[in-house]
């Protein structure tokens, strides 16, 4: 795998890696993005998807997404919106508060984002599109990036003209959920219509996305799209360790050692007190409930164990019961592999 060995930059900005943490709403906070990026591998990360307008009317939920600090970089901050100057502003604004990147948001599916002309309605559009993505490229200094999915539906498969139009008036890169809007989060990710993308394009990185959560998933990707770096997002969750695993991947041609209990562990306690120390113990105790699965999947804790972190309502108790955890040790063995089950929008399309 010689070639993503080579650096990789994403316009001036260098690129640690080429394996890429995508935003995923609700979860992708700092507390998360730092957790993983100390275990190692990570390339780029991406905020959760911030609403244009409310970064103008300085929501204060605007500020917790957008919060950064100088370990978390390079960062790309995440906005959405379809009007041209409150994008603009937008954009300034992010970079102002720390984006190495700031990356547009035309792939969201839901139907909340959509009805606004925001998210995939822009890839409907590719006049206003294009206007949008190269006004926001001359409102800041560094780099614009698009993500998209790869079109509204299948006779729509809009992707690989849009890509070439945002290279064309200075997108940095795009990042392709190989999905259409029509698709939501079922069925195969179409591989040949992430290819049709990096072919579209004269020289700027294509990201290929979607569906990714094991070495080989990922080295099917660069193989069958030729695509430059690759985005994760679910198999994140429920395997943290997976950009280091790439990363000795790409340099000795395997994983290396699996994570050992203690790490595992310990991974989840710095991303439960990362939460506490930046949105107090309420927050953190509700927003675990979220993420316990993931962890206790890799360590196996005993069911009353268990019980007791998904109630957790307190610092203290979560602290006793991770001594207990360690104590104990796995109750079963620690499965090599498993699914996220992470909440997608679902039923009727329209009705997200
Ligand atoms: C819960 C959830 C939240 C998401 N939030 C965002 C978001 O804020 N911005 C975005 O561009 N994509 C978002 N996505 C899409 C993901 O970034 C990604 O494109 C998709 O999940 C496919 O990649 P994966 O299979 O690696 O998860 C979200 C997906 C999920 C499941």
Avoid at 193 to 211: E, R
Wanted: hydrophobic share 40%; with cysteine; aromatic share 6%.
């Amino acid at each position: 795998m010689k070639s993503l060995r080579e650096p990789l930059s994403i316009g001036r900005v260098a690129i640690p890696s080429r394996f890429f943490l995508a935003p995923l709403a609700g979860y992708t906070s700092l507390a998360m993005r730092l957790t993983i990026r100390e275990r190692g591998g990570l390339g780029l990360a991406t905020t959760d998807l911030i609403n244009a307008r409310a970064i103008l009317e300085k929501r204060p939920r605007t500020f917790e997404l957008a919060e950064t600090c100088d370990e978390d970089r390079p960062l790309a901050i995440q906005i959405y919106g379809h009007v041209i100057d409150e994008m603009c502003r937008a954009a300034r604004w992010v970079v102002e508060h720390g984006a190495t990147i700031v990356d547009i948001n035309m792939g969201c599916p839901v139907n909340k984002v959509v009805k606004t002309g925001g998210g995939s309605a822009l890839m409907c559009q590719a006049d206003s599109a294009t206007r949008l993505v190269e006004a926001v490229v001359n409102a800041v200094e560094v780099p614009v990036t698009v993500k998209m999915r790869l079109g509204w539906d299948d006779a729509n498969l809009s992707a690989p003209a849009l890509a070439r139009s945002f290279e064309k008036v200075g997108a940095a890169a795009v990042i392709i959920h190989g999905r259409t809007r029509e698709q939501g989060f079922k069925g195969d990710v179409n591989r040949d219509g992430i290819k049709a993308v990096v072919d579209a394009v004269h020289s700027i990185p294509v990201v290929g996305n979607g569906d990714i959560r094991t070495l080989h998933d990922a080295e099917t990707m660069f193989r069958e799209t030729g695509c430059a770096a690759i985005s994760i997002g679910r198999g994140a969750l429920s395997n943290p360790f997976l950009f280091r695993q790439l990363a000795h991947w790409v340099e000795h041609g395997h994983p290396g050692p699996e994570p050992t209990f203690d790490e595992r562990v310990d991974t989840m306690v710095t991303h439960f007190h990362r939460l506490h120390e930046r949105r107090g113990e309420r927050h953190a105790c509700f927003q675990f409930r979220k993420i316990l699965k993931w962890y206790s999947h890799a360590i196996r804790p005993k069911k009353e164990l268990y019980h007791q972190l998904i109630n957790l309502d307190s610092i203290q108790i979560f602290d006793e019961t991770v001594e207990a955890i360690r104590e104990a040790g796995p109750s079963s063995p620690i499965p090599g592999h498993f699914e996220p089950k992470v909440p997608v929008p679902s039923g009727p399309i329209d009705k997200w």
